[in-house]
C-alpha cells in the first residue's frame, strides 16, 4: 500500500483558504484514484473530492464544497491538493487523504484502501 501523509491545515477565519497538501510514498499514485474525506466531531466521515488516476480534469466533489473547492495532482511530486476557498464554520473537520489503485472515480469511503491521518482544519465565525 502506499503511505499518504496531509499537511496545510490550520485556523482560518469564515471566508478564507487554505490549500491541503498529500505527500504519497511508498509508489507512485499515478495510476490511483485519489480522494480527500473529512469528519467532524460527533459526525461520520464524508467525501468531499476525488480525482481520477487518467484525467486530471475528471473530478467529483461533495455539493457541499463544489465552486469552493478545487482538487488537483501533481504526479512528479506523487501530491495531491484540495484548494480550499470561501471557507464556512461548517468545514470545521479533520481532513482525510484517500487512494486507490483504479480507474473508478470513487467517491464512498470502501472505494479507498489507503488513508493518512488527518489534517484539523478549523474555521471562526
Known amino acids: 500500500q502506499v503511505q499518504l501523509v496531509e499537511s496545510g491545515g490550520g485556523l482560518v477565519q469564515a471566508g478564507g483558504s487554505l490549500r491541503l497538501s498529500c505527500a504519497a510514498s511508498?509508489?507512485?499514485?499515478?495510476?490511483?484514484?485519489m480522494g480527500w474525506f473529512r469528519q467532524a466531531p460527533g459526525k461520520e466521515r464524508e467525501f468531499v473530492a476525488a480525482?481520477?488516476?487518467?484525467?486530471?480534469?475528471?473530478?467529483k466533489y461533495a455539493d457541499s464544497v463544489k465552486g469552493r473547492f478545487t482538487i488537483s495532482r501533481d504526479n512528479a511530486k506523487n501530491t495531491v491538493y484540495l484548494q480550499m476557498n470561501s471557507l464556512k464554520p461548517e468545514d470545521t473537520a479533520v481532513y482525510y487523504c484517500?487512494?486507490?489503485?483504479?480507474?473508478?472515480?470513487?467517491?464512498?469511503?470502501?472505494?479507498?484502501?489507503?488513508w493518512g491521518q488527518g489534517t484539523q482544519v478549523t474555521v471562526s465565525s
Open positions: 484517500a487512494a486507490r489503485r483504479s480507474t473508478w472515480l470513487g467517491y464512498r469511503l470502501g472505494d479507498f484502501d489507503s
Open positions: 511508498g509508489r507512485s499514485v499515478s495510476t490511483y484514484v
Open positions: 480525482i481520477s488516476s487518467w484525467s486530471s480534469s475528471n473530478t
